[in-house]
């Protein structure tokens, strides 16, 4: 039976306002995590891809916490959740190893993406991933080290986001970087094409954007034996592709918070801007059996994502320097949930292991992302829902057999 969890005061404020406060209250702004609760915070926070994307496009699902200008409230220090916790959170003991290889998929360049990486690793503890030591490797969407795409911060930001996410949950596992040329879906599945075929055993993808005409581009995301994992979205309710692909691992988005009552330490509902739906588009796949949806249902599964309730990142801040970050979004569930797959590192048949191990989920009962006549498909329910999907991680067991 999946675990429920239960809503509780929040102990966020305690870890994270006290790290934000100085920055934060100078300009007047309610800190992360504050003494009330979490979810109640409502700190500002951006997308770091402005959307709606254009069609035949993409974009990020990342989200940080911003100024009263606007602009990354960028520290001196980590705020936000770190690895620990997020092993803690997902009761994730596992650290995988160099043999699994893991790929984050995004589109441009980042050229500091290995350094700001060092410094994430370094702070936490985690084992060096450099190209000398052979961990770390960034290619082009051509496999060439080399000739990278042209620089776009807000999408280096969300490459930051990815590699120090799946870092967090694995940190023995090799990276895998792949820089599509642009956030066009025909490069973007070019490039998790290239991905797979250097070797990789799971794929994380942390973009989307309207699902019409989008059919030519989903064989791209189907691979045996390699798990593809794909944030939901950032805009609350409504279906995004490549989430909707049947062959993909779709990961939605909670608000995590401390909890003195819950048995497990921590509490989670679904957060408003995870994306969810019935697809319009693609056939529901043979393992996914809710009956209100006759084609293929979003999201599979989730973890954090709300600002709220955000990850310590380190990356650009702008386009001439890196600091210390938090984020939220879908953008940090598909890595995470990648790295889960990687600590794992069995054998995977597309997106279906969750659905044959539903014990080792937490099911997440409360909340809703929008409106849609009070289904399952926005509101969270016992057992399968659209916002949380089957429910968020507790341990490596429902990614891979």
């Known amino acids: 039976m999946m675990r429920n969890t239960m809503a509780s005061i929040s102990l966020f404020g305690l870890m994270l306002g006290v790290l934000l406060a100085t920055s934060v209250l100078a300009q007047g702004q309610t800190p992360v995590g504050s003494e009330q609760s979490a979810l109640h915070a409502h700190v500002k926070h951006a997308a770091v891809c402005p959307g709606p994307a254009a069609a035949g496009t993409a974009r990020c699902h990342a989200h940080v916490v911003v100024d009263n200008a606007g602009q990354p409230l960028a520290t001196s220090g980590p705020s936000g959740y770190g690895p620990s916790d997020l092993h803690s959170a997902y009761n994730v003991a596992g650290t995988g190893d160099s043999n699994t290889l ?26 060096a991933c450099t190209t000398a030591n052979g961990c770390f490797k960034k290619v082009n969407q051509s496999g060439v080290q080399g000739n990278y795409p042209r620089t776009d911060t807000g999408w280096s930001q969300e490459t930051a986001l990815d590699l120090d996410m799946a870092s967090a949950m694995c940190p023995n596992c090799s990276l895998l970087l792949v820089e599509a040329n642009n956030n066009s879906y025909l490069n973007l599945a070019l490039a998790v094409n290239r991905a797979a075929a250097m070797g990789a055993h799971v794929i994380s993808n942390s973009y989307g954007g309207a699902e019409s005409g ?13 798990a593809v994992t794909v944030s939901s979205g950032d805009s609350g309710y409504g ?18 918070l401390h909890s003195s009552t819950a048995l497990r330490g921590w ?18 796949p043979s393992w996914q059996m809710d009956s209100g949806c006759f084609k293929r249902a979003v999201a599979d599964v989730s973890a954090v994502a709300d600002p709220n309730t955000g990850v310590a990142v380190y990356g650009p801040a702008s386009r001439t320097r890196s600091a210390w970050m938090v984020f939220g979004g879908t953008s940090v569930g598909a890595p995470l949930i990648a790295g889960l797959y990687g600590v794992n590192g069995t054998a995977v ?22 409106s849609c006549g009070g289904s399952y498909l926005c509101t969270t ?4 829902d659209g916002p949380t999907g089957l429910g968020t991680p ?7 057999f």
């Open 381 to 384: 329910l016992p057992g399968y």
């Open 267 to 284: 509490s989670e509902t679904a957060w408003s801007g995870t994306g969810s739906g019935c697809s319009s588009v693609y056939p529901k």
């Open 214 to 226: 989008t059919s030519s581009y989903e064989p791209y995301y189907s691979y045996p034996g390699i």
């Open 239 to 256: 279906v995004e592709f490549p989430a909707s692909s049947p062959h993909v691992t779709a990961v939605g988005g909670t608000s995590l």
């Open 349 to 370: 048949t597309y997106g279906s292991e969750p659905y044959f191990h539903m014990s080792a989920l937490y099911d997440v009962t409360s909340g809703s992302n929008g």
């Open 394 to 400: 507790d341990g490596m067991t429902a990614f891979g």
């Open 102 to 127: 893991i790929a984050i998929v995004d589109a441009f360049g980042y050229p500091n993406a290995e350094s700001d990486l060092a410094v994430y690793r370094a702070k936490f503890g985690l084992p």
